[in-house]
């Protein structure tokens, strides 16, 4: 869209989202039509009611859809197939009854939310998540409670990790915008995570399974069979596979750290070769090899056989796929319309206090587009100015980063491939998902806010 600038001034971009976000709620909550044809039309209609150009309008739905898709089908495939080869040879439930064994019936949430706490700290959210499953699917199983009870403090934990700790991309750009000290940063986020996620993601998952008690019935990698699996792996063996694609991920973000530092140079041919090892899907693509050679064939699995374990896997992840990417488009129309930024730039002349407007306009953008990330970096690009240009303390900055990545998390609903990922993967529709991770999101910026913002009075 070279060339083309918006004329609408933010009150009617404003509106035509509003429109929009409550249109694609009624088609898909009153008139149950599908989720991917949904927001397909809702998309094509918001592109023409905010007058992007004709002869792009198909290009933005097309690269938005792609963009996505980009990103979350290979993780989502390659992490489904690693996860039904540590269900189908009995590793999950091997490992849910290690955890039951260790930390009890009533500890198992807390056990599951601590695990994806540490586990969220290399890995993105969605690979992460897709990567806990089989072990969230396998405690529910053998316990028998409701599956938010158990499935809520994981995500919310992995969903902490992503937006406030270095080093995953939102908070490492934002630092650099801020010129925050990224050390300094990285100790505060650490400190904070367990309080914020115990609060927004723990005790919320207490109220949610409370209020929507629905049990597993259907996981992502199929129907929950009853059959007794003979020889299963060892616990170890099971944890291996499981640490694999995160000690490869975190090589990777640990090189991104230290490139960031400035400690080593990115062109260094072992520094780019590590760095596409430890990729998310390189990483998960060589789990996966692996796990076929651990969990399948060295356990009598080979052949046809395990190319059915295989396929069988990729078949109930079509739907979330496709519809995470639809999600995706949606957003990214709205990007493309200048939603977000006539609003963040309304915003900007209020005269708040820079931490407060930092906060409200990391919301806003959350709120229009989507994507936390984008929220995140461009508050954090639009606010720079005013953060660098005052006299504030290396531990207020760190607080005005973290009041950021706050806001950018707030209340992720159906312009966010992520909520689609989360309701999807978790079987559940889109009014369910609005009452219980739309506002577990909302919790967690809430909560990360008012600890930022203490931070920023008592430093």
């Not at 249109?23 to 599908?34: A, D």
């Not at 540590?86 to 590793?91: K, Q």
């Not at 219980?436 to 600890?451: D, I, K, N, R, Y």
Request: net charge neutral.
């Amino acid at each position: 869209m070279e060339g083309w600038t918006q004329t609408m001034s933010a009150g009617p971009l404003l509106g035509i989202a509003a429109v929009a976000v409550l249109l694609l709620l009624i088609l898909i909550i009153k008139f149950k039509v599908h989720a991917f044809l949904a927001l397909i039309v809702v998309s094509l209609l918001t592109a023409f009611a905010t007058n992007i150009p004709f002869d792009a309008i198909v290009p933005t739905l097309v690269d938005s859809f792609g963009s996505t898709l980009g990103a979350v089908a290979l993780l989502v495939g390659l992490g489904a197939m690693l996860g039904k080869l540590v269900e189908h040879s009995g590793g999950a439930q091997v490992l849910a009854d290690k955890l039951v064994a260790l930390f009890g019936e009533r500890r198992a949430p807390l056990a599951l939310g601590v695990a994806s706490l540490l586990m969220g700290f290399p890995i993105f959210f969605d690979a992460g998540l897709i990567v806990m499953l089989p072990i969230i699917f396998a405690v529910a199983r053998r316990l028998g409670g409701p599956l938010l009870l158990y499935a809520m403090p994981a995500a919310a934990a992995f969903s902490v990790m992503h937006v406030f700790l270095p080093p995953h991309p939102g908070p490492v750009t934002a630092s650099e915008f801020y010129q925050a000290n990224l050390g300094l940063l990285l100790i505060t986020g650490v400190v904070l995570a367990f309080p914020m996620w115990w609060f927004s993601g723990y005790l919320w998952g207490k109220v949610v399974a409370k209020r929507h008690p629905f049990p597993l019935s259907r996981t992502l990698f199929g129907e929950v069979s009853d059959e007794e699996i003979s020889n299963p792996p060892a616990v170890g063996t099971v944890l291996l596979m499981l640490m694999l694609p995160l000690l490869l991920i975190f090589m990777n973000t640990g090189l991104d750290f230290l490139r960031s530092l400035g400690a080593v140079s990115e062109d260094a041919a072992w520094f780019q070769l590590l760095s596409t090892l430890g990729s998310t899907p390189i990483a998960l693509l060589i789990s996966a090899l692996v796990a076929m050679l651990v969990l399948g064939q060295r356990r009598g699995v080979s052949g046809s056989a395990l190319e059915k374990v295989l396929d069988s896997s990729l078949g109930p992840i079509c739907s979330v796929v496709l519809i995470t990417g639809a999600g995706g488009m949606f957003g990214g129309v709205l990007r493309a319309s200048g939603i977000g930024d006539a609003l963040a730039d309304s915003l900007g002349d209020l005269g708040l206090p820079v931490i407060v407007a930092a906060y409200l306009i990391a919301v806003i953008l959350r709120l229009a587009q989507g994507s936390a990330t984008v929220a995140l970096v461009t508050a954090a690009g639009l606010m720079a100015p005013a953060v660098i240009g005052a006299d504030f303390s290396a531990m207020q900055v760190v607080a005005i980063t973290l009041a950021t990545a706050a806001g950018s998390v707030f209340a992720g609903h159906v312009n966010d491939s992520g909520f689609w990922l989360v309701g999807r993967l978790l079987n559940m529709d889109v009014k369910t998902t609005l009452k219980t991770w739309t506002v577990q999101q909302a919790l967690e910026s809430v909560v990360g806010f008012v600890f930022a913002y203490v931070i920023f009075l008592l430093f």
